[in-house]
Structures are given as structure tokens and as C-alpha cells.
């Protein structure tokens, strides 16, 4: 029997998200706005498309990554689990007299489903009967069983699928045609695996006051070209200067390692695991970060009793060490 994990990667899947959290942000100057509070470039950006960004302090750490979504009327962002009223408070202090800008946390108003795998267009396509949009981050309108909902290209992973968000009144309506269609409901377990070994970073594990962006691994969500935004300096100097000192990686476990544990190289500390989840063989994947001056890919470390090696995640960019290799 196949399950929905297995599903993730040789069929098609569907997570219900709607409980991480949504923003829209509205107003004239709402482009701007965010345009100068986060990493993104959003002035090259028209309605339905998106990217993902990142929220980061003044001081360049990390507080969240989010996806935004331009609309006609305001911009969607959907943020990681129980970040939404977090970032709406920190947004909330950048805006100023003349700002035409409000914020409004619809997390309760809106539903959000990942659907992932190789099939998810197969098995979505005859539910819309429209064109699917093929550019990530893309959008398009469409209808499912009656309900008008937005299509996204996106799957949260790197993985092919689609984000559909649409009303949270209807989203068992939604939900039932895409379980009816055979696409399987991940579970919150299922889904942990699948973003660990993906290598999706969330706030409070991967994304603290002690990371910033790029040592996450969050270089495709950063434009080096836009100017001034909060952390921009910070962010240019480390990548002008080679600054990044620590670098997150995929970690083969040969046992479970609790999240915090040290990472070490010839009984010296260069690391720490910030996430693990057990398969059923008793090995472990996980995340963790390690000095880049440690070594890179096919790395062999110690975490405990646990023997380690660090390996890519398909997910993550670090877009300096790459080049110069």
C-alpha cells in the first residue's frame, strides 16, 4: 500500500497548511512597503506572480521565510507555523504616518494546501479544466467543485506540486475532491520527513537569532541588486567579505541525535544538529549546521553515539561556495 510520503515522490500528495499562518498586506504603497522590509526584489513583480523572501532583523538574522503572493488588491504572504502575528507586529513598527499600507493576519479566513509529487498536475488538471501555471510562483484562477480559489506553482519543497488557497469556509469541498481524485493526505509526521530531507528551514529550529539567511541556505530568496532594505548591510558584507562562517546541511545519521546536539570532527566541536526525524530502519535524517571550514559534502562527523555525514539539500542555495567550486 502505498503511502502519502511515498506518494510525495512517485505520485501525488496534499497537505493541509492552513494553520501555519497568512497575511495580506494592502494599500498603495504596499509594494514598497515590503520591498524595503524584506530580501526580495518585489518592484519587478506584477500581479500573479510571487517569490519567496526573508524577514530579517537589522542585524541580519533570520526571522522567518516567507512566500508572497502579488494579487490584484494586496500581497499574500504565508509564513511558517505561528509566525503570522509575529510578523505582523514587526511590520507593523515600520510603518509610518504617510504609509498607505495596512496589514490584516486571515489566517482563520484562509485555507492553504500543498499538493506534492510527480502526478499532482495529472491528477489536478481534470478538477480545474484550465491551463495549470508552469513558472514557479506563478498564479492562476481557478474552480474546484464550485469553489473560485488562486493556483500557484509551488509546493513548499523541492518537489513538483501547487499551493491552493482559497476560502476557509470551503476548504472541505476543495479537500474532498483532491482526496476523491486519489491525491493522499500527508500527516503531520509524513510531512516533517519530507522537510527535513528537503532541507525546508522553519523559525525556532533552523531559523534563530544565532542564523542568518545565508547560512541557511536562503540565497535564491535574496537579491543582491535592489538596495537599501532592513539587514542589507549586514547581508552585502558577508557576502563581499566571504563572511559565512557556518553553513546548514543535510546530516545521514546512523541512529537518532536529539536537536542541539554537538556536531563534531575529530572530537572537536564544529556543528550542531537542529533537526532529526527517525526512519524505519533506525538510521535518521536530519539538519545541522557545521563551520564551512570543516569540510563540505560526503563529510564524516560524530553527534554523540550517532556516526554522521553531511550531504546536499535540493531545497537550499549557497550560491558563493557553489560558484567557487
Known amino acids: 500500500m502505498t503511502t502519502a510520503y511515498q506518494a510525495a515522490h512517485t505520485g501525488a500528495a496534499v497537505l493541509d497548511r492552513s494553520h501555519w499562518g497568512c497575511i495580506s498586506v494592502a494599500g498603495a504603497d504596499r509594494i514598497r512597503f515590503l520591498h524595503n522590509q ?6 519587478q513583480l506584477q500581479p500573479e506572480q510571487g517569490c519567496s523572501t526573508v524577514f530579517v532583523t537589522s542585524t541580519a538574522r533570520t526571522l522567518d521565510w516567507v512566500t508572497a503572493y502579488i494579487r490584484s488588491d494586496d500581497v499574500l504572504l504565508l509564513t511558517s507555523p505561528e509566525m503570522a502575528g509575529t510578523l505582523v507586529d514587526w511590520m507593523d513598527r515600520y510603518i509610518f504616518f504617510a504609509d498607505k499600507v495596512t496589514l490584516k493576519d486571515v489566517t482563520d479566513q484562509t485555507f492553504i494546501f500543498y499538493l506534492v509529487g510527480p502526478a499532482a498536475a495529472d491528477k489536478l488538471a ?3 479544466a484550465t491551463p495549470l501555471p508552469e513558472t514557479p510562483y506563478d498564479q492562476a484562477p481557478v474552480t474546484v467543485s464550485g469553489v473560485e480559489l488562486t493556483l500557484a506553482a509551488n509546493s513548499g519543497l523541492a518537489l513538483p506540486g501547487y499551493t491552493l488557497i482559497g476560502p476557509q469556509s470551503e476548504a472541505q469541498t476543495v479537500w474532498q475532491s483532491l482526496t476523491q481524485a486519489g491525491i493522499l493526505p500527508l500527516s503531520a509526521e509524513e510531512w516533517e520527513r519530507l522537510r527535513v530531507e528537503q532541507g525546508r528551514p522553519l523559525p525556532s529550529k533552523e531559523l534563530t537569532d544565532a542564523d542568518n539567511p545565508l547560512e541557511a541556505g536562503l540565497w535564491s530568496a535574496i537579491s543582491f541588486d535592489k538596495g537599501c532594505y532592513i539587514g542589507q548591510e549586514t547581508i552585502a558584507r558577508l557576502n563581499t567579505y566571504k563572511g559565512v562562517k557556518k553553513r546548514l ?3 545521514e545519521l546512523s541512529q537518532m541525535a536529539e536537536p542541539g546536539t554537538v556536531l563534531t ?8 544538529v537542529r533537526s532529526t526525524v527517525a ?3 533506525g538510521t535518521a535524517v536530519g539538519l545541522g549546521y557545521v563551520r564551512t571550514k570543516a569540510g563540505g559534502e560526503g563529510l564524516g562527523l560524530q553527534a554523540e553515539s550517532a556516526q554522521v555525514t553531511t550531504r546536499d539539500i535540493p531545497l537550499l542555495s549557497h550560491d558563493y561556495f557553489e560558484t567557487a567550486s
Not at 524584506?38 to 518592484?43: A, E, G, L, P
Not at 570532527?265 to 550542531?272: Q, T
Open 38 to 43: 524584506t530580501t526580495n526584489d518585489f518592484q
Open 265 to 272: 570532527l575529530n572530537g572537536e566541536k564544529v556543528g550542531e
Open 279 to 281: 526512519r524505519p530502519d
Open 249 to 251: 546541511w543535510g546530516l
Open 126 to 128: 481534470p478538477l480545474v
